[in-house]
Nanobody, 129 residues
């Protein structure tokens, strides 16, 4: 079965760090762009970042710039989101998504959630003092 599973969420104090993982099963992740999204309580889902098939990254939010970093290890069929200097506003559910429609070339990284096909169930991140 095609499946994406996030892990690594939890609670942290402001200024702390968490590392989220996204592991795919049932397909080979190396051929597809990977995106991280998050949804804070009462707010719309927003894109966090995206990684192309060859590891080129795009960040979509100024509020996370310099604090969050996406990476991938195609050999392990896993992507990561390193979150440093966490703030209370980072609280929310974080989702990993994979775009099955990724073309060849290594430059594709969609911003819209509708362009992703495989989604995890999300992992909760709570930042509070």
């Amino acid at each position: 079965q095609l499946q994406v599973v996030e892990s690594g969420g939890g609670s942290a104090q402001p200024g702390g760090s968490l590392r989220l993982s996204c592991t795919a099963s049932g397909f080979t992740m190396e051929y597809y762009a990977i995106g991280w999204f998050r949804q804070a309580p009462g707010k719309e889902r927003e894109g966090v970042s995206c990684s192309t098939t060859i590891g080129v990254t795009i960040n979509y939010s100024d509020s996370m710039k310099g604090r969050f970093a996406i990476s991938r290890d195609n050999a392990k069929n896993t992507a990561y989101l390193q979150m440093d200097n966490l703030k209370p506003e980072d609280t929310g559910i974080y989702y990993c998504a994979v775009s099955r429609r990724t073309p060849t070339g290594g430059s594709y990284c969609p911003e819209r959630g509708d362009d992703y096909d495989y989604w995890g169930q999300g992992t909760q991140v709570t930042v509070s003092s």
